[in-house]
C-alpha cells in the first residue's frame, strides 16, 4: 500500500499580519484560498495565540473610536 503525501502550501509571507489587521474576510480577500487552507496558516502561524493578537488589535480600534467620540 503506497502512502499519500499531502503537500500543502506554507502560508504567504504577511498572512499573519494581514490575518491580525483584517481577520477572516481579509485574508480571503488578499489571499484568495479556501477557508480550510486559511484555518491551517492560523494554525501554522501560531493559532492561539494569532487569534489573541486579533482580539487585543480589535480591542485597541475600539477603545481609540471610544476615545475620539468622547
Not at 499580519?17 to 480577500?29: H, L, Q
Not at 496558516?41 to 471610544?66: A, D, I, M, N, T
Amino acid at each position: 500500500m503506497t502512502e499519500i503525501s499531502s503537500r500543502s502550501k506554507p502560508p504567504p509571507p504577511g498572512f499573519a499580519e494581514v490575518f491580525v489587521r483584517w481577520g477572516w474576510r481579509g485574508i480571503e480577500t488578499v489571499f484568495g484560498s479556501r477557508t480550510n487552507c486559511n484555518k491551517r496558516w492560523v494554525e501554522q502561524c501560531g493559532g492561539g495565540e494569532l487569534l489573541k493578537r486579533r482580539r487585543e488589535y480589535r480591542s485597541r480600534l475600539r477603545e481609540l473610536r471610544h476615545d475620539r467620540a468622547a
